[in-house]
Structure formats: C-alpha cells, structure tokens
C-alpha cells in the first residue's frame, strides 16, 4: 500500500482525517474577494438610499411650492379688483413668488361698456426657493373673472 503522507490508521481515524483534509477552509485571497464584493454592494446600497432621500426632499420642496401657490392664487384679488401687471413678494424666508396678471382674449367675450361685463384675466404666478445656481421654479397659471372697468 503506498503511503501518501498518511499513518496507517483504523477505520474510525481515518473518516476524521479525510473530513478534516476536505475542509480546510477559504484562502486569504478568496476572503479579501468577498469583502470587496460585499463594500462595492453596499456602497451601491447607499447610493440608491441617498437618491430616494434626495428624491423625497425635491418631492417636499415641489408640493410645498403647490400649496404656497394656491394659497396665493385662492387668496389674491378677493378684497381688491383685478388688475393687470407684475407683483412679487415672499412667503417666508425661503420661498418667492412673483404674479404675471395680464388680459386674457375670449372670442365671444362681452363687449365693452356693456352693464356687468366682466373680462378674463390670466395669472401666471412664479414660486422660487433656492439660491443661484440651484434656484427652482414651479409655474402655476390660472384663469379669473375681473371688472371689465377701467
């Protein structure tokens, strides 16, 4: 029987032997290649995490910006008549706003001088936050009745 390294052993040994032989193990090398593996996954992980925050945050910032703008829109002219021209002004210290009012044309529109003729205005209302170069806008636009009156 040729002897490959191995002492005679009895039949119990030798299972343990042969089992022992079988798991040695993973190298060094094979180690540092699944830690690598695993950093470069979460790395990855935490990129797409930091994009859906980032994505949420710009979510906020647009629905905050809606909200500002209707309470504007709903707000405007209820006390005062409408009239055409450029108003802007704050709602806090981090967002803008800035109204575009001008005369909207209807085809089949009152004509002048009529009693109770009314006319439409359009009203295109900016709301900003940021600063340059990372200033956004949203644009609301909408349509009111106003006094046809000079």
Do not use: C
Not at 83 to 105: E, M
Not at 118 to 123: A, D, V
């Amino acid at each position: 029987m040729a002897d490959r390294g191995h002492h005679p052993v009895r039949y119990g040994q030798a299972l343990v032997i042969a089992s022992a032989r079988q798991a040695r193990g993973f190298s060094l090398l094979e180690v540092i290649a699944a830690i690598m593996l695993l950093a470069i996954a979460f790395a990855a992980l935490m990129e797409v995490a930091g994009g859906s925050i980032r994505l949420s945050q710009k979510a906020s910032d647009y629905t905050q910006a809606a909200l500002w703008a209707r309470s504007a829109l709903d707000s405007r002219f209820v006390l005062e008549p409408v009239q055409p021209g450029l108003t802007q002004g704050s709602f806090d210290n981090r967002y803008r706003w800035r109204l575009q009012v001008t005369p909207w044309a209807v085809s089949n529109a009152t004509p002048p001088g009529t009693p109770y003729a009314f006319r439409m205005y359009k009203l295109d209302l900016d709301v900003m936050w940021g600063s340059a170069p990372f200033e956004h806008t949203a644009r609301f636009s909408t349509l009111r009745i106003g006094s046809n009156a000079p």
